[in-house]
């Protein structure tokens, strides 16, 4: 215990990372300028950790996980040091992305170093502990990103990693006992710039289409045929390479393949959560984002105890199929709900929602990590790890994206038909009044409610359309087959993993 709590202060601060940026953009935008590349600061962090998840994964089966979670943490706290001093926005963009390389590694290697640690019947537990301090990282983040930036300054969102990361060195390097693992073998450089040159064109291009440029335009049309001709590549090169970053056997081994498919289908509804209530709460009750923050507590506290109990449930039967259907059952009707999403709704019953929609990723999220593992031989435990990471988080980040284009588009015809009986203020547009709920709060009614009415349907629909990627999920879940956990741990050399069905 005493060694995962240095691994879990590593990950809180990477966790925390995701959401803590949010409420002091504003005044490193007005402290620094250059708004027009405000988006980056979280695209540039979510870019690189996404990007790179894979490789951390690899390297760590390498050359140890514990070494290169210690220099993932280095790396992190670099960056960060740099977001802290930045002068310009160039800057700051440039300490993000440092930033998410080592949030990367975290992400990646910590979940690889509980599987080397806790076999896989006692890891649902454990992995339990983790995803509660994933959802607490995205309660508190918003609400320290506030105070820091109400009572201090912004700076010290960035800079309160370095005492924290230094700790988690310290507790690890004493702790955290590991036999060394390392290969004659070397990483797959042709493959990791292949995997993450895709990567970055997939992810450039859902961020920028519909947005900085129309969906048909050539930047957009370029960015998705490059990621095609680099995707492909890669699977090409993965096939015939000695030690893939990604190997392809692992999409041959059916029970893997479907845990990586829910994993990347959970990852839009996972940020579609956190991104799209906050802004219906600002917008629309006139909440401050740190108000907004808290009021996702309801979420964390579902996640939070639903993953801990069943943890512990799995550890004890040795059965887990039961929950991942159960959660995604519970996705799926908390997402319906949501769908049905109005202005009337009280505070009351959107924090219910939310703690239902906690609830079923809370009996979903760490089961897929446990049982991912438990699936594949023990020389893939940190690539199948890291696979898992890397799917949902570019999934969510895809998600959210289709989402941002949903909300946008539907939002713009629901202003058309206001602007037809009613004149909108000059400059009202989906960017001026959604993303700065600010501007929809100070219009007067009747105009005001209109357009929160808007807005609130407009939310409405994401939540709507999000509904099948948790059918799916719940689909895959039903098929999936479970295997008996085991009961030995990645230091046990001699161990195999469980036959049954992982060559299909």
Not at 130 to 150: E, I, K, M, S
Request: positive net charge; glycine residues 12%; aromatic residues 8%.
């Amino acid at each position: 215990m005493v060694a995962l709590s240095g691994l879990m202060v590593g990950l809180f601060i990477a966790a925390i990372d995701q959401t803590i940026v949010a409420t002091a953009l504003p005044a490193i935008v007005t402290d620094l300028g250059g708004i027009r590349y405000l988006s980056w600061i979280v695209v540039g962090y979510l870019l690189t950790s996404t990007a790179s998840t894979p490789l951390w994964g690899k390297v760590g089966d390498l050359y140890g996980r514990r070494r290169m979670f210690q220099a993932a943490i280095v790396v992190f706290l670099v960056g960060s040091l740099m977001c802290g001093a930045a002068p310009t926005m160039p800057m700051l963009i440039a300490g993000r992305l440092v930033q998410g390389l080592g949030g990367g590694g975290l992400f990646a290697l910590c979940f690889g170093i509980v599987g080397d640690l806790v076999p896989p019947r006692q890891r649902g537990k454990y992995i339990s502990y983790f995803a509660g301090l994933f959802a607490f990282a995205g309660v508190v983040g918003p609400l320290f990103g506030g105070l820091f930036t109400d009572h201090l300054t912004w700076r010290w969102i960035f800079t309160i990693n370095l005492p924290i990361g230094i700790a988690s060195l310290i507790v690890t390097s004493l702790t955290l006992k590991l036999p060394p693992t390392r290969r004659a073998a070397k990483v797959d450089v042709v493959g990791a710039a292949l995997l993450v040159g895709g990567v970055v064109c997939v992810i450039l291009g859902s961020v920028w289409g519909g947005d900085e440029y129309g969906w048909g335009s050539a930047q957009i049309i370029g960015l998705g045929l490059a990621a095609l001709v680099l995707l492909i590549g890669f699977v090409a090169w993965e096939a015939r390479a000695v030690e893939p970053i990604l190997p392809l056997h692992l999409f041959r081994n059916r029970v893997a393949a479907l845990l990586l498919a829910m994993s990347f289908l959970i990852g839009p509804v996972f940020y579609a959560v956190a991104s799209f209530i906050p802004l219906m709460l600002q917008a629309v009750k006139g909440f401050t984002a740190t108000e907004s923050g808290l009021m996702l507590a309801p979420h964390a506290l579902g996640l939070s105890l639903t993953a801990i109990i069943t943890g512990r449930l799995t550890t004890r039967t040795g059965r887990y199929k039961h929950w991942v259907i159960a959660g995604a059952a519970v996705v799926v009707a908390a997402l319906v709900v949501l769908s049905r999403l109005g202005v009337e709704w009280h505070t009351i019953a959107i924090g219910a929602v939310l703690f239902g929609v906690g609830m079923g990723l809370g009996s979903l999220m760490p089961v897929l990590s446990a049982a991912s593992q438990n699936a594949v031989e023990l020389k893939d435990l940190g690539v199948v790890t890291a696979a898992v990471t890397f799917f949902r988080t570019l999934g969510g980040t895809l998600g959210v994206a289709a989402f941002g284009a949903v909300l946008r588009a539907r939002f713009d015809t629901l202003l058309v038909d206001i602007a037809a009986s009613n004149e909108l203020p000059a400059g009202a547009t989906t960017r001026s009044l959604a993303d700065r709920p600010a501007n929809i709060v100070k219009l007067t009614e009747p105009l005001r409610g209109l357009v929160q009415h808007a807005l609130t349907r407009s939310i409405a629909a994401v939540f709507l359309v999000a509904i099948p990627f948790a059918v799916l999920v719940l689909v895959l879940g039903v098929l999936l087959e479970e295997l008996p956990l085991r009961e030995t741990t990645g230091r046990d050399s001699s161990a195999q993993a469980p036959e049954p069905a992982t060559t299909h």
